[in-house]
């Protein structure tokens, strides 16, 4: 009886949390990619019931920016760089924007003057690769 009283309560509440029905909170308790497609109704307000869920997951899986670059760092082809032989986050010494948005994105990010990210004068680039260092658009207008 408790494994029976455990799923009703997990049953409400994927409901609750979701707002799905009670067939759809059924099939997503039983599917393989229950996080998934529990993630997808809770992120996109047009992803309301289990067959738009597995509808939109199976469209980024057949996405081919989707399929992974290189099992090592993890990238995907859609993250490709296009700026450095190998293409993917493996090659440090690339210093193409990609490889800065990535690493901003998951926080190994480097804060190294010597990166050429980093503007001692004003401090652009510092925190984020979108920061845009301006101290020679001043002078450049005053001349």
């Not at 992120?43 to 997951?57: C, E, F, G, I, P």
């Not at 990210?117 to 101290?135: I, K, L, N, R």
Request: hydrophobic share 30%; aromatic share 6%; glycine share 8%.
């Amino acid at each position: 009886m408790p494994k029976d009283h455990a799923r009703k309560k997990a049953l409400a509440t994927v409901k609750d949390l979701y707002g799905v029905k009670h067939a759809d909170a059924i099939a997503l308790l039983e599917s393989d990619d229950c996080e998934k497609l529990c993630d997808l109704l809770a992120t996109y307000s047009d992803v309301n019931t289990y067959a738009k869920a597995v509808d939109v997951l199976a469209d980024r899986r057949s996405d081919p920016r989707n399929q992974v670059l290189c099992e090592d760092c993890g990238w995907l082809v859609g993250d490709v760089c296009p700026e450095c032989a190998k293409g993917c986050g493996c090659e440090y010494s690339c210093s193409g924007w990609r490889h800065q948005e990535m690493r901003a994105a998951t926080g190994d990010y480097d804060d190294d003057p010597d990166s050429g990210v980093f503007c001692e004068e004003c401090g652009a680039g510092g925190s984020s690769p979108y920061e845009e260092c301006c101290c020679y658009d001043e002078e450049d207008e005053a001349a």
